[in-house]
Structures are given as structure tokens and as C-alpha cells.
């Protein structure tokens, strides 16, 4: 590429709309999941098999449901039943679960669970996820 070339487009967006995460799936990986989680504090779990696989500048899918109850999504991540997931809202309010607490669910156009409670006007503003394999290493450490 020359010093005035912009990349390749990954994704074409329609007017007001972002991408708020992207992962890695790798061909081997059968069991992987795909995470979602709102503003609200609303998560859901999809297989990755229920995504389709798309060419360069494609549209995308539906994903999750925004309505004024959940919020806009904060972010997404690939993730496996043996994964935890930390949530930490803009006023320092946070939750550590297991991946398992969560449904994989069917349909991909849904709102999903309530995985945290928030105080009114705050939101989800970050999430990690702690790989399983992690998490047995700091139980033998103890």
C-alpha cells in the first residue's frame, strides 16, 4: 500500500451505527460463543456457529435488540463456557461471573438477561474476560 491508502473496509455501516468490538475466531475453535452485553446491563450468549461468515464490506447481521431498556451495546467478545467475565459500570460498581450463569441463546436478535444491577443513571462502561485456563492457575497459587 502507498503512503495515501486507507485499508481495506471491514465493514459498510449504515447512518449512526459503530463498531463497538471485533474478536478472533479461529477454525478450531467449535465451542466458542460470542458475548454481548448492553449499557442496561443486559448480556447474551450466541453460539459462533449462528454467525455467518461475510466478505469484506458486508453489512453484518442483527445482533442484539437495543431498546430504551437495555441500551446501546457496550461491547462484544468471544468467550467459552469455562471463561469469567468482569463488568465495571462508569461509577465503579463491579461484577465478576462465570460464563456458565449465562444461556447461549438461539436467536441472535434478542435483548438477552440482566447480569448486573445498576443505580439509576449508571451505565456498563467496560468489560474483561478472564480466560478459564487463567482461572485455574490463580486457584492453584492460593
Known amino acids: 500500500m502507498k503512503r495515501a491508502a486507507h485499508g481495506v473496509r471491514g465493514i459498510k455501516l449504515n447512518a449512526g451505527d459503530v463498531v463497538v468490538g ?3 475466531l479461529n477454525a478450531d475453535e467449535s465451542e466458542a460463543q460470542v458475548f454481548t ?8 450468549r450466541n453460539d459462533a456457529e449462528a454467525y ?23 461491547s462484544v467478545e468471544v468467550v467459552h ?3 469469567e467475565v468482569m463488568l465495571i459500570s462508569e461509577q465503579g460498581k ?34 474483561a474476560v478472564i480466560p478459564g485456563s487463567e482461572i485455574e492457575e490463580d486457584a492453584t497459587e492460593e
Open 94 to 127: 463491579i461484577i465478576r461471573f462465570n460464563m456458565n450463569d449465562i444461556a447461549v441463546k438461539k436467536g441472535k436478535a434478542i435483548s438477552g438477561v440482566k447480569t448486573q444491577n445498576l443505580d439509576e443513571g449508571d451505565k456498563v462502561a467496560s468489560i
Open 52 to 74: 455467518t461468515l461475510q466478505k469484506r464490506g458486508g453489512k453484518g447481521s442483527k445482533n442484539f435488540k437495543i431498546t430504551n431498556k437495555t441500551g446501546d451495546v457496550v
Open 81 to 83: 463456557n469455562d471463561d
Open 22 to 24: 471485533a474478536g478472533v
Open 37 to 44: 452485553i448492553s449499557e442496561e446491563g443486559f448480556g447474551k
